[in-house]
């Protein structure tokens, strides 16, 4: 997967507003295995990644910004969001399952594309590339839209926050 959420993000980054943003992104060390130099180095770009420009919410709330602990507990995505200023952390889970279908077809067209690109044409490598960013695509509409009446995300965020959901079950 090296560099697969940096090619997939063609975005050229949010506009946080003030409040609705994260201020902060840590992996829950309880329950987010360490992987090997490769797997922690794409966590970290990911991490670096939504930091630097995102939007999100608590729909409904206006305690922002956010620091987010990313957690993964029984095939489950969990989100524990506290105000950046202090407060009672909201935890949202969402199950997995939905997301593994696409993540495993992201996984095999991203490795098909690395292989692509040490001998294929161009013409051929572009092909696969158009498949493997509409793959990212759908990844990040599936999981904005398993938040959405919790979590607000935009587009760019949202294919952020996907390529981190990503790095954390890739296996190098």
């Known amino acids: 997967m090296s560099d697969v959420g940096r090619l997939a993000d063609d975005g050229q980054g949010a506009a946080p507003s003030g409040r609705h943003k994260l201020a902060s992104l840590a992996l829950d060390p309880a329950s987010v295995k360490r992987g090997n130099a490769n797997i922690e180095h794409?966590?970290?770009v990911a991490v670096f990644d939504i930091l630097e420009a995102n939007v999100f919410e608590l729909v409904g709330r206006d305690e922002g910004p956010y620091g987010l602990l990313l957690g993964v507990?029984?095939?489950r995505l969990v989100f524990t969001v506290t105000p950046?200023?202090?407060g009672t952390p909201t935890v949202v889970q969402i199950p997995l399952m939905p997301l593994r279908r696409v993540m495993r077809d992201y996984f095999?067209?991203?490795e098909t594309y690395f292989d692509a690109i040490r001998t294929a044409p161009p013409s051929r490598i572009t092909q696969i590339d158009v498949g493997r960013r509409a793959l990212h695509d759908?990844?990040?509409v599936a999981l904005s839209e398993r938040l959405a009446d919790r979590i607000a995300l935009d587009?760019?965020?949202a294919r952020r926050l996907f390529t981190l959901v990503c790095a954390l079950h890739w296996r190098g």
Do not use: M, P, Y
Request: hydrophobic share 40%.
């Open 42 to 44: 794409e966590r970290e």
């Open 73 to 75: 507990v029984e095939d």
């Open 84 to 86: 950046a200023a202090g």
């Open 108 to 110: 095999l067209v991203c």
């Open 138 to 140: 759908e990844g990040a």
């Open 155 to 157: 587009t760019v965020t």
